[in-house]
């Protein structure tokens, strides 16, 4: 069996096969901000590289978010799709929790994910349990807290870059490596694998945070 990992929640879109023990190909879309135009020609064009048929997947990992909410509704409709053609089974893997499977190693880790101006999505896990929920917090608030920490915590996730740079010199902040600070179908379908898919279709949705009011 096959899984499709589909990814869409941040500007460049991606998708990846894995099959649990040698194939592992992760492709990206040429242009960020096209998923609704380039996503199904890069899923037939990632099969056809790999050789196989659509009928050879058995399982499509899709990225719950947050992220960028018209990302998401195009990720899920289209894993959904998939999955309606081939009678694949569906499952949806929380962004923050792909994230966090790539810094495994680290005691406590904050996810940061970019979302637009100076706003993010940030969440804190202790171990592989998150601390509180995902939040939309804005940068400063989001730097004042961390610069309170008195625990090394790792940073990663798109936005960990620009403020783990804010914070350099910080004797208890670490930035993830660079690679596990970008968006990844192949992490989605990794830690999709083993799950338990969704009985119905219709019962998976987007993760979407609760906006900012203030």
């Known amino acids: 069996m096959l899984a499709l990992g589909v990814d869409t929640s941040e500007p460049l879109g991606g998708v990846a096969l894995y099959d649990g023990r040698g194939l592992a190909d992760e492709r990206w879309m040429d242009e960020p901000l096209r998923h609704a135009e380039r996503l199904f020609p890069l899923i037939e064009g990632t099969l056809r590289g790999n050789g196989v048929s659509r009928d050879r997947v058995g399982l499509v990992c ?12 195009i990720g899920l409709a289209a894993a959904k799709g998939f999955c309606q053609a081939v009678g694949a089974a569906l499952i949806g893997v929380g962004g923050a929790d792909a994230y966090r499977a790539r810094v495994a190693d680290a005691k406590r880790v904050c996810v940061i994910v970019a979302s637009r101006r100076d706003l993010y ?15 939309l917090i804005r940068e400063s608030e989001l730097l004042e807290s961390l610069r309170d920490e008195e625990r090394e915590v790792t940073l990663v996730g798109s936005g960990a870059p620009k403020i783990g740079g804010a914070l350099r010199g910080h004797p208890m902040i670490r930035i993830a490596p660079e690679e596990a600070n970008r968006p990844s179908p192949l992490a989605i379908a990794k830690l999709g694998w083993n799950e338990e898919p969704a009985d119905r279709l219709y019962e998976v949705e987007p993760l979407y945070v609760e906006p900012l009011l203030a």
């Open 62 to 73: 899709v990225n719950l978010g947050p992220g960028s909410f018209t990302g998401l509704r």
């Open 121 to 135: 999505y940030a969440q804190f896990f202790g171990g592989a349990r998150p601390r509180g929920p995902m939040r």
